[in-house]
C-alpha cells in the first residue's frame, strides 16, 4: 500500500505558476500509475492530468492542456504537476491519486489518495 502527500499549494494571482509535489511512500512509485485531481468548491472532483508508471504516456484534461505538465520522477518517489497561467477557475483543492491499473479519468477507480493541498487563484 502506498501513502501520498501533496505540498506546493498556496495562493497566487492569476497568470501565475505554482508546482506541485505528490510525495509517496511505502512501496515504490514505478509501481503505480500516477494522476492528479481537483475539487472546486460546490463541485465535483475532477480529473486534471495523469502519468504512465514509467512516464511513457501522460493524459490532460482539456481544460489544462497547454498550462498544465504532469511529470514523475521514481528515483525520488515524487510526482510533480507544473501549473502555469494560473486561473481563477484553477481554484480547488488537488488531489494525488495512484493506481496499479491505469483505467481512465474517472476518480472512483483511482485506489490510493492524498490529502489534498489548496491552489487558490485571485483575480
Known amino acids: 500500500q502506498v501513502q501520498l502527500v501533496e505540498s506546493g499549494g498556496g495562493l497566487v494571482q492569476t497568470g501565475g505558476s505554482l508546482r506541485l509535489s505528490c510525495a509517496a511512500s511505502?512501496?515504490?512509485?514505478?509501481?503505480?500509475?500516477m494522476g492528479w485531481f481537483r475539487q472546486a468548491p460546490g463541485k465535483e472532483r475532477e480529473f486534471v492530468a495523469a502519468?504512465?508508471?514509467?512516464?511513457?504516456?501522460?493524459y490532460d484534461a482539456n481544460s489544462v492542456k497547454g498550462r498544465f505538465t504532469i511529470s514523475r520522477d521514481n528515483a525520488k518517489n515524487t510526482v510533480y504537476l507544473q501549473m502555469n497561467s494560473l486561473r481563477p477557475e484553477d481554484t480547488a483543492v488537488y488531489y494525488c491519486a495512484a493506481d496499479t491499473t491505469y483505467s481512465g479519468s474517472t476518480d472512483s477507480v483511482w485506489d490510493y489518495w492524498g490529502q489534498g493541498t489548496q491552489v487558490t487563484v485571485s483575480s
Open positions: 511505502g512501496r515504490t512509485l514505478s509501481s503505480y500509475h
Open positions: 502519468i504512465t508508471r514509467y512516464a511513457l504516456r501522460t
